[in-house]
């Protein structure tokens, strides 16, 4: 035993410190592994007073609630912008930081379409913690429900996702009768936007949620609008195009030039190119 205890304390200096770097670097990538989903998903609940703010501020609001599991609820806000039922549907499903009730205001300009706007778990009123699998589930769960609904045209139903949203409605488009899909900041698959931000880390070995549409989108035979921010410096661009190129059905994309990820939505052609697919759609 003193031979060994001699030997690691005769280790050149230079070994300790290879020895120290790679058991930090070992520590690092274990805490990236086990805890990324806080890089992913930052859920921004609301509380009880907020939504009373919400409630008055915007009575034409029909709170939605779907139960998911026995203990889990989502919650989301319907606004219906038509004179006569049943409604064509719009269904949106947000960015990983994005509380969907901030949208109401601009969601009550679209014409001729309710709009659904749903909290994924941990989200606004939802209750649960999000992860991929709860977030695709939870999309059909919440498609079924509204499907039900009496004042809801079956026919004239369109998903629309933002960013990592996107993901989720093309999986809802794929497994459930859609009349078109509008995707925003889209990606193919999550590890290529994972491995834009991270560059300097073995991504592929630590990312545990693919979000992967590429062999979902070739599948899909309904018409696509991909709305992609030029300067966008989350998704590259490139990745929204790629997902594009793969989509089975008709496609058009734009891009929106001098905007970014977060502020895309601000501009005057994105509103006009999503009020004018929902037009083609409920006339088709």
Do not use: C
Not at 73 to 102: C, D, K, M, R
Request: hydrophobic residues 45%; without cysteine; aromatic residues 10%.
């Amino acid at each position: 035993m003193r031979k060994v205890v001699k030997t690691m304390h005769a280790l050149p200096r230079w070994i300790w410190l290879i020895i120290i770097v790679l058991v930090f670097i070992v520590l690092v990538l274990a805490l990236l592994y086990f805890f990324q989903h806080r890089l992913i998903f930052y859920p921004t609940s609301i509380t009880e007073d907020e939504a009373d703010m919400i409630r008055s501020q915007h009575p034409e609001a029909e709170e939605i609630t779907v139960p998911v599991t026995d203990e889990v609820t989502v919650h989301g806000w319907l606004l219906s912008n038509v004179e006569e039922e049943p409604s064509p549907l719009l269904i949106y499903f947000g960015g990983n930081a994005q509380e969907v009730s901030q949208l109401i205001p601009e969601t009550a300009e679209i014409e001729g379409w309710s709009v659904l706007l749903m909290n994924y778990r941990g989200y606004g009123l939802s209750e649960g913690d999000p992860d991929e699998e709860a977030l695709l589930g939870d999309a059909l769960m919440v498609y079924d429900e509204m499907a039900e609904r009496e004042d809801i045209d079956t026919d004239h139903i369109v998903t629309m996702g933002r960013s990592i949203g996107s993901a989720v409605a093309t999986h809802l488009s794929a497994e459930r009768k859609v009349q078109g899909t509008i995707l925003v900041s889209p990606f193919d698959e999550f590890l290529h936007v994972a491995q834009s931000q991270f560059p300097f880390l073995p991504v592929e070995w630590l990312l545990k949620y693919s979000f992967d549409s590429t062999d979902i989108a070739p599948q899909t035979e309904h018409p696509l609008l991909a709305l992609i921010a030029g300067e966008d410096e989350i998704v590259d661009p490139a990745y929204s195009k790629a997902l594009v190129e793969k989509w089975g059905g008709p496609k058009e994309s734009y891009v929106i030039e001098g905007e970014g990820h977060n502020t895309i939505h601000l501009s005057e052609e994105y509103r006009a190119r999503i009020q004018e697919f929902l037009q083609a759609m409920e006339e088709g």
